[in-house]
């Protein structure tokens, strides 16, 4: 059974930090893309960052500068440095595990961890 499992979410003022994590068991975590995507209310959920097997690193504009995606194989977890938040990074924030064979796109999601920018 296939299981990401995020933490790190919170309340945090405007400037602040906040580290996201997201352990996954179930899959060969190092054959991976994982990827952080995030929901705000009222809107479409969209990627904020991820990083392939290879460790190339892809950033949605709003954040480069700010955030930083990392993976560390061995704990088979992923995380998302967030620094200088914003209100608008306001969003439940979820960690999706991807890995595309010639036949088959393997896709996982977490449960979403809330993360609330506000003074």
């Known amino acids: 059974q296939v299981q990401l499992v995020e933490s790190g979410g919170g309340l945090v003022q405007p400037g602040g930090s906040l580290r996201l994590s997201c352990v996954a068991s179930?899959?060969?975590?190092?054959?991976?893309?994982m990827g952080w995507y995030r929901q705000a209310p009222g809107k479409q959920r969209e990627l904020v960052a991820d990083i392939s097997s290879g460790l190339t690193t892809n950033y949605v504009d709003s954040v480069k500068g700010r955030f930083t995606i990392s993976r560390d194989n061995a704990k088979s977890t992923v995380y998302l440095q967030m620094n200088s938040l914003k209100p608008e990074d306001t969003a439940i924030y979820y960690c999706?595990?991807?890995?595309?064979?010639?036949?088959?796109?393997?896709?996982?999601w977490g449960q979403g961890t809330q993360v609330t920018v506000s003074s």
């Open positions: 179930g899959i060969i975590f190092s054959r991976y893309a």
């Open positions: 999706n595990a991807k890995w595309t064979t010639r036949i088959t796109l393997y896709d996982y």
